[in-house]
C-alpha cells in the first residue's frame, strides 16, 4: 500500500496532553519560572507557543520578536503581533538590523552568504538567552522533527534553546496540531522560512516540499525502509530519497554534543569516564 499524508494524521489532543505534561515536569526540574520563546509569525513558533500556554499559563511565557528590518515581511510581524495578543501573553518586540549592522561592519566581508545569513539566528539566540537569564526562564525551541532529521536550523542559533517541545514532530503534522490549539489558518499553513535574507522561503531553497521530505522522512525512519523501498512506498523518485538521506547524514553533527577526542587517560583510583548513575542520598 503506497504511503500518504494520511500514514502521518496524529491525535492532537493527546499529542497535545504528552508535551503538556513534559514541559511541566522538565520547567520544575529545572527550578525555573517560566519559558521564553521567540515568536516568528510562523508555524513551529505559533504552535510552540501555544502549547507553552496551555502548559504553564500564559504569565508564565514571554514571546520575543526579533524582526530584521528590509527582511523579515511585513505579514510575518503582523502575524506574530496577532499571535502573541491571541494567546494572551506578555510580549517585546526587539528589530536587530542595528544589531546586525554591527557585527558585519567589524568582519570581513564573507564569501558565503549563508555565513552571514546564519549570524542572525545566532544574535536572536543570544537575545533569547539574555531574557531567560534575566527571569530564570529557559528557552522554548520550534525546531520540528523534520527539520531536525535533515538539518535545517542553524547551529547554536534557533538550535540553541534548552528543550524542543515539538520536536518529534514532522512539519506537516505540527500544523495539524496548530489548527487543532486555534492557530489562525493564515499561520498554520504559510510556508515555512527561516528569513535569513529576503525572499527567503525554505522550500525554495530545499528543492522539495515539506510533505515529500516528511512522508520520505517516515519510510526511511519510522518504517526503516530503503531508499529503493521508499522510492515506491511514496511514489517520489530514488533522487528525491537520497537528497534526504544526504541532508541526514551531511547533518548528524548538529544533533550531537561536540565529540570529545578519543584519548585515554588511567587517573589514580580509576579509569577515567564522565558517565556516573548518581544515587541521591
Known amino acids: 500500500m503506497m504511503l500518504t499524508l494520511d500514514s502521518l494524521k496524529i491525535d492532537s489532543k493527546?499529542?497535545?496532553e504528552s508535551i503538556c505534561e513534559f514541559t511541566k515536569e522538565f520547567i520544575r526540574k529545572?527550578?525555573?519560572?517560566?519559558?521564553?520563546?521567540?515568536i516568528s509569525g510562523g508555524v513551529d513558533s505559533s504552535t510552540t507557543a501555544a502549547l507553552m500556554v496551555r502548559a504553564l499559563g500564559r504569565n508564565n511565557v514571554l514571546g520575543l520578536l526579533l524582526p530584521e528590518e528590509g527582511v523579515t515581511p511585513k505579514e510575518d510581524l503582523d502575524d506574530a503581533r496577532e499571535l502573541v495578543n491571541l494567546l494572551g501573553i506578555r510580549w517585546e518586540e526587539i528589530e536587530i538590523s542595528t544589531i546586525v549592522k554591527r557585527?558585519?561592519?567589524l568582519l570581513p566581508k564573507a564569501k558565503d552568504v549563508l555565513a552571514e545569513g546564519n549570524l542572525k539566528p545566532r544574535i536572536r539566540m543570544t537575545i533569547l538567552y539574555y531574557y531567560a537569564n534575566s527571569l530564570n526562564y529557559l528557552v522554548a525551541g520550534s525546531g520540528d522533527r523534520s527539520e531536525l532529521l535533515i538539518g535545517y536550523f542553524t547551529k547554536?542559533?534557533?538550535?540553541?534553546?534548552?528543550?524542543?517541545?515539538i520536536g518529534r514532530l514532522f512539519k506537516t503534522q505540527v500544523r495539524q496540531l496548530g489548527l487543532y490549539l486555534g492557530i489562525p489558518e493564515k499561520i498554520a499553513r504559510k510556508p515555512s522560512s527561516p528569513r535569513l535574507w529576503k525572499g527567503h522561503l525554505a522550500?525554495?531553497?530545499?528543492?522539495?516540499s515539506y510533505e515529500e521530505?516528511?512522508?520520505i522522512?517516515?519510510?526511511l525512519f519510522d518504517l526503516n525502509l530503503s531508499a529503493m523501498e521508499a522510492s515506491k512506498q511514496t511514489g517520489l523518485s530514488k533522487d528525491k530519497v537520497l537528497m534526504v538521506l544526504r541532508m541526514y547524514e551531511r547533518s548528524?553533527?548538529?544533533?550531537?554534543?561536540?565529540?570529545?577526542?578519543p584519548i585515554s587517560l588511567e587517573q589514580e583510583g580509576g579509569k577515567q569516564d564522565d558517565r556516573r548513575n548518581i544515587r541521591h542520598p
Open 14 to 16: 493527546k499529542v497535545t
Open 30 to 38: 529545572a527550578g525555573a519560572k517560566g519559558v521564553v520563546i521567540g
Open 103 to 105: 557585527y558585519l561592519d
Open 156 to 165: 547554536y542559533g534557533d538550535g540553541g534553546v534548552d528543550f524542543l517541545p
Open 203 to 208: 522550500e525554495r531553497e530545499l528543492g522539495i
Open 213 to 215: 521530505i516528511d512522508l
Open 217 to 219: 522522512l517516515h519510510a
Open 252 to 261: 548528524q553533527h548538529k544533533r550531537e554534543m561536540p565529540p570529545l577526542a
